[in-house]
T-cell receptor, first 112, second 110 residues
Framework: DGGITQSPKYLFRKEGQNVTLSCEQN?????MYWYRQDPGQGLRLIYY???????QKGDIAEGYSVSREKKESFPLTVTSAQKNPTAFYLC???????????FGPGTRLLVL | DQQVKQNSPSLSVQEGRISILNCDYT??????FLWYKKYPAEGPTFLIS?????DKNEDGRFTVFLNKSAKHLSLHIVPSQPGDSAVYFC?????????FGKGTRLHILP
């Protein structure tokens, strides 16, 4: 089955700790995206990648980092610089840039 | 400054009736519009889309209408079913980005 997987489903972060959220797709999509959803907010773009080995900052990139070493994978690291990391994180991919995006199931990050 | 606005945070509709979700946008350069449906603790799923060259697109119980002069689009669900209870996101795209609205929570009442 083709799709997007995110792991883990729930992630707990201690103060001052970096954590990495996984996103994998087997849809052969070129573009991948990371969004953050907070209660009462829409989806806000953190980072995006139009093609492997390339990525760009979105609207709220501060405190986050990404890599795109493989087409299938786009991990997101929430660094200790992100002061309000508690949110639902969604990964998406699309065949090419700005085409219809398909989303993974999400990872909920909680701070201990 | 919100470029895509869903002004109703929630909507309640009787089962079997029509649900109408509205979305307004400010950027006349948007050329493609999408609706996504999201259940709690899950990723959004793509529902239906419409290109700016059309004013209507229909897929089963779901119809999206686009009024370019008013910069307004709406999603109609007929008839509404219990499984339609979810948050619906409107999104708009131009060449280099897709922008999402804040969502409207739809409650289908028995």
């Amino acid at each position: 089955d083709g799709g997007i997987t995110q792991s883990p489903k729930y992630l707990f972060r201690k103060e001052g700790q970096n954590v990495t959220l996984s996103c994998e797709q087997n849809l052969n999509h070129d573009a991948m995206y990371w969004y953050r959803q907070d209660p009462g907010q829409g989806l806000r773009l953190i980072y995006y990648s139009q093609i492997v080995n390339d990525f760009q900052k979105g609207d709220i990139a501060e405190g986050y980092s990404v890599s795109r070493e493989k087409k299938e994978s786009f991990p997101l690291t929430v660094t200790s610089a992100q002061k309000n990391p508690t949110a639902f994180y969604l990964c998406a991919s699309s065949r090419s840039w700005a085409e219809t995006q398909y989303f993974g199931p999400g990872t909920r990050l909680l701070v201990l | 400054d919100q470029q895509v606005k869903q002004n109703s945070p929630s909507l309640s509709v009787q089962e079997g009736r029509i649900s109408i979700l509205n979305c307004d946008y400010t950027n006349s350069m948007f050329d493609y519009f999408l609706w996504y449906k999201k259940y709690p603790a899950e990723g959004p799923t793509f529902l239906i889309s419409i290109s700016s060259i059309k004013d209507k697109n229909e897929d089963g119980r779901f119809t999206v209408f686009l009024n370019k002069s008013a910069k307004h689009l709406s999603l109609h669900i007929v008839p509404s079913q219990p499984g339609d209870s979810a948050v619906y996101f409107c999104a708009a795209s131009e060449d280099d980005k897709i922008i999402f609205g804040k969502g409207t929570r739809l409650h289908i009442l028995p």
